[in-house]
């Protein structure tokens, strides 16, 4: 009786080392950009921008709607008048 070998592919792609970096990042952050090249890192560096602005913006904008007042009644509309819309 033969006996099947079980080979073990060294095909398999190893998983890729994290790149050496100086700069020490938050510990987050440098599980998320270990792998990063340093073009990615730019990329994300100006997307993550983009974000940081359109929340602060939209952080302002619902400060502003929180503070104002609620309206104390809505304006009448005549029946007919919603008809229209």
Known sequence: ???SRIQSSNNDPKPAEP???PVILEPALEK???LWS???RR???RKLKRWVRQLTVSAAVMERRLAEP???HL???HPTKLELN
């Open 1 to 3: 009786m033969k006996q």
């Open 19 to 21: 790149r050496y970096c």
């Open 32 to 34: 998320v950009a270990a």
């Open 38 to 40: 340093p073009a990615r």
């Open 43 to 45: 990329a994300e560096a």
């Open 70 to 72: 609620a309206p104390t």
């Open 75 to 77: 304006k009448f509309v």
